[in-house]
């Protein structure tokens, strides 16, 4: 049987907030640590039946990437509900809320310049 390994490193500052995000994984392509400025893991709690969920970014991350990170792990949600369950309806419900956001976050921006 394969296995796949993901690791997380997570340096902290003195407030306990992420300074940096270093990650690797056995399956990626390329070699070696690299960085991000945001995480978001979601794990099924089988005992109890919910979701257990750890979301860490660094102060650089500015607030456009954090939405468009939000609304790319939307869009990536969709396509896993009709891929695991074939659920067209919610695949398609949230798509289009990605829709809406994306427009939200362009009209946003459109303000701010």
Request: proline share 1%; net charge negative; glycine share 4%.
């Amino acid at each position: 049987m394969k296995k796949s390994e993901i690791k997380f490193q997570v340096e902290l500052d003195t407030n306990n907030l992420p300074k940096a995000i270093l990650w690797d994984a056995s399956d990626k392509e390329a070699e070696g640590i690299e960085s991000t400025k945001s995480i978001s893991l979601n794990v099924w709690d089988n005992l109890n039946h919910s979701t257990l969920r750890i979301d860490l970014w660094t102060e650089d991350m500015s607030v456009v990437e954090m939405k468009r990170f939000y609304i790319d792990i939307l869009g990536g949600m969709a396509q896993t509900i009709l891929n695991s369950t074939g659920d067209e309806y919610m695949s398609e419900e949230m798509k289009e809320l990605c829709d809406r956001l994306v427009k939200h976050v362009n009209e946003e921006n459109r303000k701010n310049s």
